[in-house]
């Protein structure tokens, strides 16, 4: 089962045209994949697009949407109806070019991106060949068919999947963290009376310990007007520790 994974780079070679003002016709130019940049700290690793990632899967035509913040109602464009096409820039990265539905949040969009309120761009993926160099994961191949590549006002730069976390926490000799949403389904899954499995147990147990941890941690801070929650987080133990008893 192929896991989707999500990446944002700043926006760069940003450039809006309007192409018919009478029909309000707008054209969109942008960098969506930046090649051979180090990323901000993923936790404890980093990562970096190799140049010629893109190259296989833009060989084969693929079916790429254009969007806003990820979102599927706000489709601007898509290379399976010819607007939107992707090109490969040698050792830089991958624009995209879209002629922009003529709807309204296309409009406000270009106003946003001509203001620099929204100056970032992000993209949808899957890796189809990775490996390691040091604590730097380089990324040398990517699917893009079925992906998106979207315009962002909060780019979830280290939007990683699971399965990818716990690869680097292996590679770096980290202990994985739980998953705040599957430890959520767990509290969900024991409220609505199910017996939690032996997964969900241990999820409890990890979110249990983290919890501890973090506790503890702030414990030993100065107290203070932005201290952290303790009664909060000592009611969230204690909802935890009764869930890990079922």
Request: glycine share 8%; net charge negative.
């Amino acid at each position: 089962m192929r896991t989707r994974e999500v990446r944002a780079f700043p926006l760069q070679n940003l450039r809006i045209t309007r192409a018919d003002e009478k029909l309000g016709r707008l054209e969109f130019h942008g960098r969506s994949i930046v090649y051979d940049s180090l990323s901000e700290d993923m936790g404890g690793w980093r990562e970096r697009i190799m140049p010629g990632a893109a190259t296989r899967t833009l060989g084969m035509s693929p079916d790429v949407r254009f969007l806003i913040n990820h979102d599927p109602n706000l489709l601007l464009g898509r290379t399976a109806s010819g607007t939107a096409d992707l090109t490969e820039e040698p050792d830089e990265g991958v624009d995209v070019d879209a002629r922009m539905a003529d709807v309204s949040y296309a409009r406000d969009l270009a106003v946003s991106l001509e203001r620099g309120d929204i100056n970032q761009m992000s993209f949808g993926f899957w890796v189809t060949a990775d490996g390691w160099a040091g604590n730097t994961h380089e990324v040398f191949g990517i699917d893009l068919d079925g992906g998106d590549v979207s315009v962002v006002t909060y780019p979830a730069f280290a939007a990683t999947s699971a399965e990818l976390r716990s690869a680097a926490a292996r590679h770096t000799g980290q202990e994985t963290a739980p998953e705040p949403e599957a430890v959520t389904r767990a509290l969900a899954e024991a409220r609505a009376g199910k017996v939690l499995s032996a997964t969900n147990r241990q999820l409890v147990a990890d979110a249990h310990d983290a919890l501890g941890a973090l506790l503890e941690a702030a414990d030993r801070s100065a107290p203070g007007p932005q201290a952290y929650p303790h009664e909060r987080a000592r009611h969230r133990l204690r909802e935890l520790e009764m869930l890990a008893s079922l």
